[in-house]
């Protein structure tokens, strides 16, 4: 067989079938391998239907039997990306393909949700045998199979080799509207990007999927302020939702909320909303990524406190027991403050929407001093406004405020567009938490968001007093406003003196 398919693919579930037709539409010409053969027929049925008369399946998509023939099959030197499970079986694959005959300078690129740390124990790991690069993919299985967002990571040389085919088959923004356009022109901008060294660009897929979690968690506090504070139904709540996405607020997920409030169910023809079991899953990265806030020291809070929020959702019988015995709040309702409190709740999950990303992008920075990567947060921003699941409008604004304002590097809270912005609504904010904990609607994100948001404005926390107590029972030692140094009191003597460490 010769040495003529473009580029290789392994793993032909949801997203490993849609990249392969994405970049068979993009010119390439692809050879494909998954353990189970019928997801290979599978993939071949699909590129017969969806490829058209534009090229036959056969000249651009290939299904191979064995790691030995897809090898066989793709030019030299090779591209081969992975669409599998994230942990052992990435390396249950690279260990096949070193088994099968792959070479040095051949490129094996992890498009999974991986770890990033372990990414970066496999460049280590397989160097000399082959290049492991990663490039996280973001948008499900539509991105995936029409444009994702690409956010790649590892080594530059590979990037040279590996990024004109992401930026090929990634998402496009019209650079003159920073929206998503699927017509090529001179103004397209691909929504694909070499992050950086390392475990870079899983890195920020974590945190990507970390804000994920807290926009998604807003929108359903959002939800329930509306129903159960506001009593207000499905169709109701989604033509406040829809009303949103025409400002600020737009979002995909936004949109798609706004698409479930309003699907019935296909069996019982009552709205899906009261079928749907209200346990939340989750696959792990928005857990890593507060998790990894915690060993850096960054507060994530709002991103923390979404991953508490589906953990106590999965507490199902447990709620259910509680409600049965612990008290609400008696409220009389809200009365005429219904359109006032919903203006009010807009406003609030916008800035609260701000103050996530604003977290999720301080988290980035202060991982980029750490592990010492050097990343373009605007460009990030960009290449999140299309293909990727967190795709907003506000992100053009996120995007211009790196490019413009040297206060972003620091924090997005004092970009002025922003500053501005939090200051002006948050009376909005403040009244819609406030109203909420008087209804006894649990708002987390809501709530964390805007603690964030005092915290970091707040010239002098009582960190003076912890402190304090930190040195009566454990001697831990404090600093001093006007001296230099860590010392600490004798507490237990009679008149208390202050000892400085050494």
């Known amino acids: 067989m010769s040495d003529s398919r473009d580029l290789g693919v392994i793993g032909l579930g949801v997203m490993g079938s849609s990249l392969v037709l994405n970049m068979a539409d993009n010119g390439y010409s692809v050879a494909a391998f998954d353990l189970d053969h019928e997801k290979g027929e599978s993939l071949l049925n699909r590129a017969a239907e969806e490829l058209q008369e534009r090229q036959t399946q056969q000249q651009c998509v290939q299904v191979t039997t064995s790691y030995t023939e897809l090898l066989q099959s793709l030019r030299s030197p090779r591209i081969l990306f992975l669409s599998v499970p994230a942990g052992p079986v990435v390396d249950d694959v690279c260990e096949k393909l070193i088994d099968a005959g792959i070479q040095a300078d051949d490129i094996v690129v992890d498009t999974g949700n991986s770890l990033w740390s372990d990414t970066e124990v496999r460049q280590a790991k397989y160097k000399g045998k082959f290049i492991f690069f990663s490039t996280a993919v973001s948008g499900g299985e539509l991105g995936a199979r029409h444009g994702p967002a690409l956010m790649a990571g590892g080594d530059k040389y590979a990037w040279t080799r590996v990024g004109p085919v992401l930026e090929k088959i990634a998402a496009k923004v019209d650079s003159r509207t920073g929206k998503p356009t699927e017509e090529p022109s ?62 600020p607020l737009d979002s995909y997920l936004l949109e798609v909320s706004v698409a479930v409030l309003r699907q019935t169910d296909p069996e019982t023809q009552a709205p899906l909303m009261d079928v749907i079991l209200d346990m939340a899953g989750q696959k792990g990265t928005g857990r890593w990524t507060a998790i990894n806030s915690l060993e850096l020291g960054a507060p994530a809070m709002t991103i923390a406190q979404s991953v508490y929020a589906r953990a106590l959702s999965a507490r199902k019988d447990a709620r259910v027991r509680a409600s049965k015995i612990l008290d609400g709040p008696l409220s009389e309702g809200v009365g005429e403050e219904k359109q006032s409190l919903i203006e009010a709740l807009h406003d609030a999950l916008l800035c609260a929407k701000v103050s996530a990303y604003a977290q999720g992008f301080e988290l980035i920075a202060l991982a980029a001093e750490d592990y010492e990567w050097k990343i373009d947060y605007g460009k990030l921003a960009k290449i999140w406004r299309a293909g990727c699941i967190i795709r907003a409008k506000i992100l053009g604004d996120i995007a211009q405020s790196y490019a413009d304002e040297s206060h972003a590097q620091e924090n997005l809270l004092i970009s002025p567009v922003f500053a501005k912005l939090l200051s002006d609504k948050q009376s909005h904010w403040r009244k819609t938490v406030a109203k909420a904990v008087e209804l006894g609607i649990p708002v987390p994100c809501l709530s964390s968001s805007i603690a964030y948001y005092d915290g970091y404005r707040c010239e002098r926390l009582p960190a003076n007093l912890l402190q304090g107590q930190r040195d009566f029972f454990g001697a831990h030692g404090f600093q001093r406003l006007d001296r230099p140094g860590t010392f600490h009191l004798t507490w237990e003597e009679q008149q208390p003196q202050l000892v400085q460490f050494k």
């Open 186 to 247: 001179e103004f397209s901008e691909a929504c694909a990007a070499y992050i950086g060294s390392g475990g870079a660009g899983h890195y920020v897929k974590m945190v990507h999927n970390g804000i994920e979690y807290a926009d998604m968690q807003l929108i359903c506090e959002a939800f329930q302020y509306l129903n159960e504070g506001l009593e207000l139904n499905y169709a109701e709540i989604a033509d406040i939702f829809e009303s949103w996405l025409a400002g």
